[in-house]
């Protein structure tokens, strides 16, 4: 290939080299996306609890309010996000100390437990497996 025809696809590479980098970086940076990154954390009294899946459960007695701490994925840079409180419920058959259900009604309740590592409680591996 001659000095010329090297230099004339110059621009065409550039062109494809823009392009890529455009799609990158717009596509890594949709704001919707990322913002859901952060897992579902909950705090009652002094424990911090996790969303489990999959689960079924009866709440029962209000217990008062759990916190919802703000989702820190952005390395603060948003530094408006404030926690936020909703009402925890009992799990019927379940100590609080192991799980509750925090909602805005009993109906409405999402069930969140407090354990570490990975292995569940057995007593919602038992309501997991419905027994």
């Known amino acids: 290939m001659s000095w010329a025809g090297r230099f004339t696809s110059l621009p065409l ?17 949709d704001g919707d996306e990322e913002s859901a990154s952060c897992a579902y954390r909950v705090q009652y009294e002094n424990r911090t609890y996790r969303d489990v899946a999959n689960v079924k459960f009866v709440a029962g007695e209000k217990l008062g309010a759990a916190t919802i ?7 603060g840079q948003d530094e408006a996000e404030v926690e936020a409180t909703e009402t925890a419920y009992e ?23 407090s354990y570490s590592g990975n292995k569940l409680p057995p007593e919602i591996q038992k309501l997991i497996n419905g027994s």
Not at 13 to 29: E, K, M, N, P, R
Not at 69 to 75: A, E, I, K, L, Q
Not at 91 to 97: K, R, Y
């Open 69 to 75: 701490p703000p989702c820190d994925d952005t390395g």
């Open 91 to 113: 799990v019927d058959g379940i100590s609080p100390e192991v799980a509750i259900a925090v909602g805005d009604t009993p109906d409405e309740a999402k069930f969140v437990a």
């Open 13 to 29: 590479v550039a062109a494809i080299l823009v392009s890529a980098v455009a799609c990158t970086a717009g596509s890594s940076s």
